[in-house]
């Protein structure tokens, strides 16, 4: 929904989930020192030419992306930048962004690539996550995985709150932004230097445009904004899994606004598998971050995006 509010600006452009932007990230090493010009070759090739990608998504000339990422400057995130132009201007717009859920693990990573960016986050009640993940087909795993990404998700976002700063990092609540989505996304647009277009708190009219036909469980964006599944985790939950998060996640929660009742213990069994589950999520996590700084020492090139200075003519 908020991807959608974002592309309804008229110069804002924010493409459907890709799966190319970490990954190339990931596999740097792999594509060599970007000032040869057949290595951008290759890195251009492999975003345009791989179904994993999701580049098929974006509805751009392949060949005509590639020519620009092999013209354009030399960096990594150039190259990434470079696509997500070009997805802004199919729509004629001078600003572009991306939008995936997991980015929450990856804040530094993505201040890497695009030093300049602003970072987004919309909040929305934890239990409500924890309802809407299990119910989605292409979700694997419990409520107890699902409720430990909403808690790693938000304290990443109180890291990026306190070392970003308000200039680099802004926070929505989805309840706000459902209630009075005018109100709301008028603040987002003061933080993105932009302003507010009425167009933007309807965002069901571009959805046809904008998320792929295929995403089926994202079917409501292509209605109006409603309030109708705020707080619905009361009826979505067991009364265990209600438990479980209100005494997991109520300190966080309260911190965000919710309110939470609070009372009964979950079960030890619960307990202890939300405790391993929580534990492998923070150790990767941290093999992650020592992945990250090993290959950081041995990296080809510079990474950090620069505005194309020249790209070939229409």
Sequence with gaps: MLQLMLHAHPRIAIPPETRFLLPAYDARADFGDLRVPGNRLALARWIVDRKQTRFADLGLDGQRVIEQIVAGPPTLGSALGIVLRAYAARFGKPRWGDKRPGYFQHIPTLRRLFPDAQIVQLIRDGRDCVASLKEMDWYKHDSHHALATWVESIEAGERAARTLGPESYYRLYYE????????????????????????????????????????????????????????????????????LCETVAGDLLRDHGYEVEGGARPERADQAHYRRVAAHRRLAARKRELLDFMHRRSEPGEVAYRPPSSLPPD
Excluded at 194 to 219: F, L, Q
Excluded at 224 to 230: K, L, P, Q, S
């Design 176 to 243: 706000r932004l459902i209630g009075d989505p005018a109100t709301e996304l008028k603040g987002l647009c003061e933080f993105l230097g932009e302003d507010y277009d009425p167009a933007m708190s309807a965002p069901g009219r571009i959805a046809a445009v904008a998320v792929p036909g295929r995403k089926v469980w994202h079917s409501r964006t292509h209605q109006e904004v409603t309030t109708a599944r705020a707080g619905t985790w009361r009826t979505r939950l067991t009364t265990a899994e209600i438990v």
